[in-house]
């Protein structure tokens, strides 16, 4: 067990819709990543949040918005769903930038 | 532009049996970090290691073991006496903090090492 939780674990939903997934990082770390894993694109990062600022992002289209709150729990909001949408979703935490990451057990989004 | 390259996509062994999984990374940075991940069957992905780029020493954990040479820009992950539970796809990833303000990490394709009894 990391220490990371994601909610939900499966999420099944039709395209055009939103969804939310939901993170809770490591006792202590401050920073919250995001990566979607999906089969053609392999792991790829999204967006990090530190202390429940935006430190920096990747390929995060602009459908898909996250922000972290002062709990310092974090939500990735993705919306105007497609099938490519379709991965598992990833959240990792860690106390400090170049740190180990540690990761959730994911989010399993399925459009259709 | 940095890149983690596994050119390894499927490795099968026998139980018992040694096995390298290859990693070859680019960066302009001086100061970067490697990492290995696994991710088994069931889909999370697990820790590893963490090397930076100014420790070159090799790191034995285990049955586990890594070399990491800058020279060849390589950072390679073996099994000893690899066994069924080591089934799974292993994640090299590199980091650049220096020069990226962040510590994402970019992740190679990924190895899925299955090793059979």
């Known amino acids: 067990d990391s220490g990371v939780t994601q909610t939900p674990k499966h999420l099944i939903t039709a395209t055009g819709q939103r969804v939310t997934l939901r993170c809770s990082p490591r006792?202590?770390?401050?920073?919250v990543y995001w990566y979607q894993q999906s089969l053609d694109q392999g792991l790829q990062f999204l967006i990090q949040?530190?202390?429940?600022?935006?430190?920096a992002k990747g390929n995060i289209l602009e459908r898909f918005s996250a922000q972290q709150f002062p709990d310092l729990h974090s939500e990735l909001n993705l919306s105007s769903l497609e099938l490519g949408d379709s991965a598992l979703y990833f959240c990792?935490?860690?106390?400090?930038?170049?740190?180990?990451?540690?990761f959730g057990p994911g989010t399993r989004l399925t459009v259709t | 532009a940095q890149k983690v390259t596994q050119a390894q996509t499927e490795i099968s062994v026998v139980e018992k049996e040694d096995v390298t999984l290859d990693c070859v990374y680019e960066?302009?940075?001086?100061?970067?970090?490697l990492f290995w991940y696994k991710q088994p069957p069931s889909g999370e992905l697990v820790f590893l290691i963490r090397?930076?780029?100014?420790?070159?020493q090799n790191e034995i954990s285990g049955r586990y073991s890594w070399n990491f040479q800058k020279s060849t820009s390589s950072f390679n992950f073996t099994i000893t006496a690899s066994q069924v539970v080591d089934s799974a796809v292993y994640f090299c990833?590199?980091?650049?903090?220096?020069?990226?303000?962040?510590?994402?990490?970019?992740f190679g394709q990924g190895t899925t090492l299955q090793v059979k009894p």
């Open positions: 990792a935490s860690s106390p400090r930038v170049a740190y180990e990451q540690y």
């Open positions: 006792s202590g770390d401050l920073s």
């Open positions: 949040y530190y202390n429940g600022e935006e430190r």
């Open positions: 960066t302009r940075d001086t100061t970067y970090y």
């Open positions: 090397r930076n780029s100014f420790d070159e």
């Open positions: 990833a590199l980091s650049e903090p220096s020069s990226s303000n962040t510590g994402k990490l970019i």
